[in-house]
């Protein structure tokens, strides 16, 4: 099991930029695809950017290719969420998810990830 603890969240104008952490715990960070995930009022959860075991690999949906870049770094046991040029509609509460399994970095439901942060409040105001 892996417990993870997002940070960085906050209020910033349209345009502006944000970066998210995620520190882990336990000793199979490195062997685990890590995500990010996003939840605006009265919508579902829905996956934003994976990225594999060895970070060679990521995937993002289409509406923050461009702007978001995931990273992480196995030395620190934390996985990044690096958000540029922010709109209003990336206002959500931003989730870090482990994948003990390591799937493919296309594979993005909830129930692909099992161990889940608490989540941080993004908030891009116009």
């Known amino acids: 099991q892996v417990q993870l603890v997002e940070s960085g969240g906050g209020l910033v104008q349209a345009g502006g930029s944000l970066r998210l952490s995620c520190s882990a715990s336990?000793?199979?960070?490195?062997?685990?695809?890590l995500g990010w995930f996003r939840q605006a009022p009265g919508k579902e959860r829905e996956f934003v950017a994976t990225?594999?075991?060895?970070?060679?690999?990521?995937y993002y949906r289409d509406s923050v290719k461009g702007r978001f870049t995931i990273s992480r770094d196995n030395a620190k046991n934390t996985v990044y969420l690096q958000m540029n040029s922010l709109k209003p509609e990336d206002t959500a509460v931003y989730y870090c998810?482990?994948?003990?399994?390591?799937?493919?970095?296309?594979?993005?439901?909830?129930?692909?990830?099992?161990?889940w942060g608490q989540g941080t409040q993004v908030t891009v105001s116009s």
């Open positions: 998810a482990a994948d003990t399994r390591s799937l493919s970095v296309r594979y993005v439901r909830l129930a692909d990830f099992a161990s």
């Open positions: 990225i594999s075991r060895s970070g060679d690999s990521t």
């Open positions: 336990g000793r199979t960070f490195s062997s685990c695809r």
